[in-house]
């Protein structure tokens, strides 16, 4: 039992390290989220000036809906490039326990989100002068709401782009089908941020509902992971 545990995140380690090493050559995927995030929260801050007095009260928002789209993109290249270059069908000719493989991209696309995200709010916080009046604690309580709301959309969307990449459509295919499913995290983090922003003191049980989604849909998708990417 230790050593399947063993070799499994063996195969983990080893197809997490291959996706940042061709991401690192290319640094393409990087770049592009990088920059569309920020071009959303640019674009927003500036609509906003325009017609809205109080930016802090839909900054949270436009804080997610940079994180989503952004995210998009980078979902988007979990399976498409391998498919195109042959270099999926090869791995799955070999002996690697499909886990491995959904749980290696999972990893992936949380590293490349990720970065992009600490990039994105320090910027994001000056543009929309938000205040964490709460100093470091407030701090990392956004970086935790962060994390969680990110393991919810790369969970889903890692699952569907597997399904995406066999269809020539991808780009458009799958921002449909991720979209509806992530509704529920989505409206708990911007909530969250909502209420860290504004220091309310009661905890309405949004946190909840992101545990609980990110957990499901893992599992789901672990499950399900294997027989979707053979089809």
């Not at 749980?103 to 543009?127: D, M, Q, R, S």
């Not at 889903?156 to 509806?180: C, M, N």
Request: aromatic fraction near 12%; hydrophobic fraction near 60%.
């Amino acid at each position: 039992m230790l050593a399947e545990i063993k070799e499994f995140w063996i195969q983990v380690g080893a197809l997490l390290w291959k996706d940042i090493r061709c991401e690192l050559r290319s640094t393409q995927t990087w770049l592009s989220m990088g920059l569309f995030a920020l071009l959303v929260l640019v674009i927003f801050n500036f609509a906003f000036d325009l017609r809205v007095d109080n930016k802090a009260a839909v900054a949270p928002g436009a804080l997610w809906v940079s994180f989503i789209f952004a995210s998009m993109l980078g979902l988007e290249r979990t399976l498409g490039s391998e498919r195109e270059h042959g270099s999926l069908d090869r791995l799955l000719l070999c002996p690697v326990n499909r886990r491995a493989i959904y749980l290696a991209k999972l990893l992936g696309n949380l590293l490349f989100i990720g970065v992009v995200e600490l990039v994105a709010l320090p910027i994001y916080i000056v543009l929309f002068n938000v205040h964490l009046l709460g100093g470091e604690w407030a701090l990392f309580q956004l970086l935790w709401i962060v994390f969680l709301g990110t393991v919810g959309i790369a969970s889903v969307g890692t699952l569907f782009a597997a399904i995406a990449s066999a269809t020539r459509a991808r780009a458009v295919l799958l921002p449909i089908l991720v979209f509806p499913l992530i509704v529920p995290v989505v409206i708990g983090a911007i909530r969250l941020t909502e209420n860290l922003i504004a220091l309310q003191t009661h905890e309405p049980p949004w946190l909840g509902l992101i545990i609980v989604f990110d957990v499901i849909f893992l599992g789901v998708s672990m499950l399900t992971f294997q027989f979707v990417v053979e089809e």
